[in-house]
């Protein structure tokens, strides 16, 4: 503490000693288990709190609900932030200077996780004293936990609050970690350890698991046999949670009491204990409870299907006649496309898609925080950091969800049950990239006449965007809702697309469909483009040469992007005016035309403008203030 402040600038060097390949190898390996064990959780959220709900009534149930609900977010977050970070290390460079400085983000980053791996404790402690109660008073049992259930959640999601307490008070900073970095913490309380609290919370969870099982088990032998199978499964589940706590606590120990110690393998081991810890217990539980496993893995009878050969992108391949807005449709995987070339393609895609995110989070980087006192006065920046917001968005819906999904035929029979009834998730991952596709057209829009009014009111331009650019804003983030509105009334479901599926729609107003009327959006800013681009060039001829680079580059970022708009508005025109036509490949080739269009943008922005790149790509001087954390100095607690 004596030279790092709590609010100055923490910066870290890069350990580049790390082979790209490999690691990234470890990050793939690690993000197809943690994805694994997501499916498994959220199979088990789904039989629990929907498709049987008859496990509603079973206190044990709603406890492990629970605690599965942790573990996947915990996996989620794994899986999307805290592993790339640690194991891809050309992100090292590229996203350490985001974090130099204190953000909400960054606290979040490691207090969410943490506050995760507290409720696990809880939550073992809990399922342990369900079973004992279960077997010493049988018939009292489920009286008992229907009294006390509520409180025991509210116990589960507030106890935590005494582990990580400190953490809202501390300076929380990245340091390095392997090739890349990881999230750490300077203690405000000296004496409020975080992994001394994990450990003061494992250690009672073990105690209390220990002797909990013992006595269920000797309970056990004196039940009649009837309910020694049904109480075995959920003790064995148990053991094998308590074995693992007992590795998680050898960690916390090490980092608890020896703080010095070099602990940069033995944090990444930390990670590993807690991921067989969250991928043990739903595999234990669905292995030896059949009960379970049938719920989980076999479906009902009574639904409509729809076949691979049904699906076509213009959503007419199931009449409204024979699907109503609130019934199950069921669809059949076409298992006929081979795994491998398919997953090939969707890494390949996924590969460039956050590529194109981290170029768009570099100049969101560099226009709102980094060197926001000269890109924020300026209007164009402003309206393109809107753009690039929704890019950034939609390339990370497609990465994480959209392209796997689609590209991963193994995935199908495993995921597609979750959408076969209505859902408010399934809707969302229809509703909102078309509404980022909507508000892209407004973008292109404004940044066209905004290019056109610079050239045009040289003298004015400032001024007249100073006082109406809240109001394009707000105009960029309403109209696309008049693109899709009629979502919001209609049924949305899945149909078979290549090895996946995709999310698909009934329209409840027959005449609004969904492509015609971005067809509409995308044409009304292909002509206003054209317009504005021939303008913007006829008057920079006329300007003086001091402004000729300045707007030049800004016009063909314009061009470039107006072009994908056009093959684009090609693929709206096919799905909107040729609803029999055999959509399948066009209907792929359409995400293709958004990915040029999402990621051609922002490398023609950075190609050919000298300040914002070199804003982006180079440091300024380094501040008096800061201070450099080399690989070698890294600890975790």
């Not at 917001?389 to 796997?404: N, W």
């Not at 708009?565 to 959509?583: C, E, K, N, R, Y």
């Not at 943008?601 to 450099?628: D, N, T, W, Y």
Request: overall charge positive; hydrophobic content about 50%; charged content about 10%.
């Amino acid at each position: 503490m004596s030279n790092i402040t709590s609010d100055g600038s923490i910066e870290i060097q890069c350990n580049l000693s790390y082979d790209n390949t490999w690691e990234i190898i470890k990050y793939v390996i690690q993000f197809v288990y943690l994805i694994f064990g997501s499916v498994l959780h959220l199979l088990i959220l789904r039989t629990v709190f929907w498709k049987e709900k008859t496990y509603r009534s079973n206190s044990f149930f709603m406890i492990y609900a629970l605690d599965s609900l942790g573990s996947l977010l915990m996996l989620c977050f794994a899986a999307s932030l805290t592993r790339p970070f640690l194991f891809i290390p050309p992100l090292c460079p590229i996203l350490s200077p985001i974090f130099f400085e204190p953000s909400i983000f960054l606290q979040a980053l490691y207090i969410f996780p943490n506050y995760l791996r507290a409720i696990k404790s809880v939550t073992q402690i809990l399922m342990s004293i369900n079973r004992m109660t279960c077997v010493i008073s049988p018939m009292n049992y489920i009286t008992i936990w229907k009294k006390y259930l509520k409180f025991a959640i509210i116990i589960t999601l507030l106890s935590p609050f005494l582990v990580i307490w400190n953490l809202f008070l501390s300076r929380v900073y990245i340091s390095p970690s392997r090739g890349g970095f990881s999230p750490n913490y300077l203690k405000y309380v000296e004496w409020a350890s975080l992994s001394l609290f994990h450990l003061v919370f494992i250690s009672l969870a073990i105690i209390i698991t220990i002797i909990s099982t013992v006595i269920t088990l000797t309970y056990l032998l004196m039940l009649p046999m009837r309910l020694k199978s049904a109480e075995r499964t959920l003790c064995f589940a148990n053991i094998t949670i308590s074995i693992d706590f007992m590795i998680i606590a050898s960690f916390q120990t090490v980092f608890a009491f020896f703080p010095i110690f070099d602990s940069s393998t033995l944090y990444t081991l930390h990670f590993y204990s807690y991921d067989f810890l969250n991928l043990s217990a739903p595999i234990v539980l669905i292995l030896i409870n059949p009960q379970l496993r049938d719920h989980i893995f076999k479906g009902g009878s009574s639904a409509i299907k729809v076949t691979a050969t049904q699906n076509t992108a213009l959503f007419n391949s199931v009449s409204m006649s024979n699907i109503t807005l609130d019934g199950r449709i069921e669809i059949e995987c076409d298992l006929s496309y081979d795994n491998s070339s398919e997953i090939i393609k969707c890494l390949f895609q996924c590969t460039y898609l956050l590529f194109g995110v981290s170029l768009h989070l570099l100049i969101l980087r560099t226009i709102l925080w980094k060197e926001r006192r000269v890109y924020r006065s300026n209007s164009f920046f402003m309206i393109y950091a809107l753009d690039s917001i929704g890019s950034t968005i939609m390339l990370t819906l497609a990465a994480f969800i959209g392209r796997p999904i689609m590209f991963i035929p193994p995935l199908c029979p495993i995921l597609s049950p979750f959408f076969f009834e209505p859902s408010m998730f399934l809707s969302s991952l229809y509703v909102i990239p078309n509404y980022l596709r909507a508000a892209r057209s407004v973008n292109q829009i404004m940044m066209s006449i905004n290019r056109m009014t610079c050239v045009i009111f040289p003298m004015d331009y400032i001024t007249i965007w100073k006082k109406y650019l809240k109001i394009a804003i707000i105009i960029t983030l309403l109209s696309p809702f008049l693109v899709i509105w009629n979502l919001f009334l209609s049924r949305v479901y899945i149909s078979p697309s290549r090895g996946g599926f995709s999310p698909n729609y009934l329209k409840y107003i027959q005449w609004a469909s969904i492509s015609l009327l971005q067809l509409s959006f995308l044409t009304l800013a292909i002509i206003i483009t054209i317009i504005s681009t021939v303008i913007t060039l006829t008057y920079l001829l006329m300007l003086p040469m001091r402004l000729k680079s300045a707007e030049k580059s800004l016009c063909f970022a314009n061009i470039t992007i107006s072009i994908a708009f056009l093959i684009i508005a090609s693929f709206q025109s096919l799905f909107a005016f040729f609803t029999l036509f055999d959509a399948g490949t066009l209907f792929i080739l359409q995400f293709y035309g958004y990915d040029i269009l999402n990621l051609s943008s922002p490398i023609v922005l950075i190609l050919i403008s000298p300040q914002l790149r070199e804003h982006i790509f180079f440091k300024k001087e380094m501040r008096s203030g800061a201070v450099k954390v080399s690989a070698t100095q890294h600890s975790i607690l």
